[in-house]
């Protein structure tokens, strides 16, 4: 059984920077992946990036590549997003999201396990 809880989203400037944070509790957090989402209303929740936390191995989806980086801290069981140069069709809620497994590959929402209750981002001048 794992927890997440997301923070650090708010608003920000186009071509500004944020960096969201998921902390995570539970146990055999090594046998995770976790991946960040994002979701405007009415539009479909998207998988934007995802990290294996055993050993790190990420994945980005197209239109963040380059500009987010994900990452983690397995000391403090934590996974961060950092969003630079945001745009305003960044703007959404974000979610991180763990499954029990070692790959970052496509899969669908409902194939995670546990959610966090998402954090607002708001890219506006």
């Known amino acids: 059984q794992l927890q997440l809880v997301e923070s650090g989203g708010g608003l920000v400037q186009p071509g500004g920077s944020l960096r969201l944070s998921c902390e995570v509790s539970?146990?055999?957090?090594?046998?995770?992946?976790i991946a960040w989402f994002r979701q405007v209303p009415g539009k479909k929740r998207e998988e934007i990036s995802c990290i294996t936390f055993r050993d790190g191995v990420t994945s980005y989806a197209q239109d963040v590549r380059g500009r987010f980086t994900i990452s983690k801290d397995g000391g403090k069981a934590a996974v961060y997003l950092q969003m630079n140069r945001l745009k305003s069709e960044d703007t959404a809620t974000y979610f991180c999201?763990?499954?029990?497994?070692?790959?970052?590959?496509?899969?669908?929402?409902?194939?995670?396990?546990?959610w966090g209750q998402g954090t607002q981002v708001t890219v506006s001048s």
């Open positions: 999201a763990a499954i029990f497994s070692t790959r970052c590959i496509a899969r669908p929402l409902v194939d995670f396990d546990y």
């Open positions: 539970g146990s055999n957090l090594g046998a995770h992946t």
